[in-house]
């Protein structure tokens, strides 16, 4: 029984899409509005300027956008996509050392362009047949009742002339660069309180044929920042087309290279001398691509004073976190996931409206407090990060001399993963999100970590070894 008649979404990009198929099982039609055009086949997007950049999706995202939309995963691989068990594929350079091998099979991700993934998660989508997709259609702001109460529809702007849709609940994904604030804002509403952490980070991205005579014995290789004073990641990640990405991304640094001799040189510095060796033997097929901005920022709509009924943000319009930790497709899965079930349990008079009220709440608790504070600790760890959140625990947390300790904390965890195979496996399941972290910072581990703070480091060697496979 629909839950009401008609749902827009605003944005045709992962979380849109996402939103569009749990809004699909509980109204009679669902109409995703999407200012760009996809084309005849995966191509890049103006409205997408992060999909020039590594895209890794976690297992656990990689899991959940196969569970909605069954048969997805098999249509990327047919289409090129490279399908490997991270723990036997991925070549992981931890703070102080690469980490050793262990065995899990609850890691499966599958490298691919994002073009690619948007291109069949759109044709999934669009099989459903009370969902459409309207391509070339830019919303320009919302529509109110009288009483400004609740959101009725949305202003939209195309080649043939402005109009107005109609719809029982408009759903706002339009992005990172959305202009959600500046819509409430014409409707009366005042911004919603927001949560930052800026590490200032910055990535520098180009796409590779690879190497011909090179077997390097991985399907993924990357190597992590040392806080706080090796600011320096990369990773370079296979893609469709015997194709790879491979990216470089710098904190606190204020430009990143775009040209050939920077990036070199920036490789160079790296302290894992594979990455060099890769980059100047591969054939680049693409120019340089730089991304800053790339800050932690949570929205707070659960708290804003006046947000109108019958409007819900989600996706990156309420939270952007630092990609490094490339969770945004997986919190855009689990928002949707977390949506659909919020729809499905809503009762009394006006469920719908219990039913967005409810997911508000929900989001910041069950979606985004996890991954939010593991991105907001690890890169307060940087000097010179901003810091600026509403909690006031924590604004309690993030500050010496708890970052301190937190810091050392860091330090002895990574020193442990660098040699023991079991928390390799847990702190990769951990960043996978496949498990809480609390289910491998146990008190047995969390007894050692602390005695290893606190006891003399060992030497890190100058030169780290090679991979053992
Ligand atoms: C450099 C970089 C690297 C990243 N790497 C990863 C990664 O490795 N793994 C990962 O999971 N995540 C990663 N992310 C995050 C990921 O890209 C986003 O979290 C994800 O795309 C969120 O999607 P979204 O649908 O909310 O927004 P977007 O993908 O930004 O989509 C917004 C859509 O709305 C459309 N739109 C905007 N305004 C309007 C309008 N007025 N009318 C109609 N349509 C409109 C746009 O055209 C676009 O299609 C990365 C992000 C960046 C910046």
Not at 115 to 137: K, Q, S, T, Y
Not at 308 to 331: A, C, K, W
Request: charged share 20%; hydrophobic share 40%.
């Amino acid at each position: 029984m629909p839950i009401g008649n008609h749902a827009i979404v605003i944005g045709g990009s992962i979380s849109g899409m996402l939103a569009a198929r749990v809004l699909s099982e509980s109204f009679a039609h669902v109409t995703v509005l999407e200012r760009d055009r996809y084309g005849d086949g995966p191509a890049l997007r103006k409205g997408q300027p992060q999909g020039w950049h590594v895209h890794l999706i976690l297992a656990r995202g990689r899991m959940e956008l196969e569970r909605l939309f069954p048969g997805l995963g098999p249509d990327l691989e047919a289409a090129g996509a490279v399908c490997f068990q991270w723990s036997e594929g991925a070549r992981v350079n931890g703070p102080f050392g690469w980490l050793p091998d262990y065995t899990s099979d609850r890691l499966l991700v599958r490298g691919s362009t994002r073009a690619l993934l948007d291109w069949h998660v759109r044709d999934h989508l669009l099989r459903l047949p009370n969902v459409r997709m309207e391509e070339g259609c830019a919303v320009k702001g919302l529509l109110t009742d009288p009483s400004r109460r609740a959101v009725t529809g949305v202003r939209v702007a195309r080649d043939s002339g402005d109009s107005e849709i109609y719809g029982d609940l408009v759903v706002d994904t339009s992005g990172r660069a959305s202009a959600s604030l500046k819509w409430l804002e014409e409707i009366g509403c005042a911004a919603p309180p927001e949560s930052v952490v800026d590490c200032h980070l910055a990535y520098s991205c180009r796409w590779y044929e690879a190497p011909k005579d090179a077997s390097p014995g991985w399907k993924l290789i990357s190597t992590q920042p040392k806080a706080p004073d090796d600011p320096l990641s990369a990773a370079i990640f296979p893609i469709e087309g015997d194709r790879y990405i491979g990216g470089l991304a710098t904190i606190g640094l204020k430009s990143v290279p775009d040209d050939d001799a920077g990036f070199l040189e920036l490789a160079k510095s790296l302290r894992t001398p594979e990455f060099h060796a890769w980059f100047s033997a591969a054939k680049p097929l693409s120019p340089i691509y730089t991304f800053r901005q790339a800050s932690n920022r949570v929205r707070h709509f659960e708290r804003a004073p006046n947000l109108p009924d019958r409007y819900l943000p989600m996706g990156d319009v309420v939270g952007t976190l630092n990609p490094i930790y490339g969770q945004g497709i997986t919190l855009a899965a689990l928002s949707a996931l977390t949506l659909g079930d919020s729809l499905a349990r809503a009762s009394g008079p006006d469920p719908l409206s219990a039913a967005v009220r409810s997911h508000l709440q929900r989001l910041p608790r069950e979606v985004y407090a996890t991954p939010w504070i593991m991105a907001a600790l690890g890169d307060s760890l940087w000097p010179g990060t901003t810091i600026a959140v509403q909690s006031r625990f924590q604004r309690w947390l993030l500050r010496e001399p708890w970052l301190w300790l937190f810091r050392r904390f860091s330090v002895a965890i990574n020193r442990m993963a660098a040699e023991d195979p079991e928390l390799a496996r847990g702190l990769m399941e951990v960043m996978h999100m496949i498990k809480p972290p609390a289910e491998v910072l146990n008190g047995r581990l969390m007894r050692r970590a602390f005695w290893r703070m606190f006891r003399a480091p060992r030497p890190v060697p100058g030169v780290v070894p090679a991979p053992s496979r």
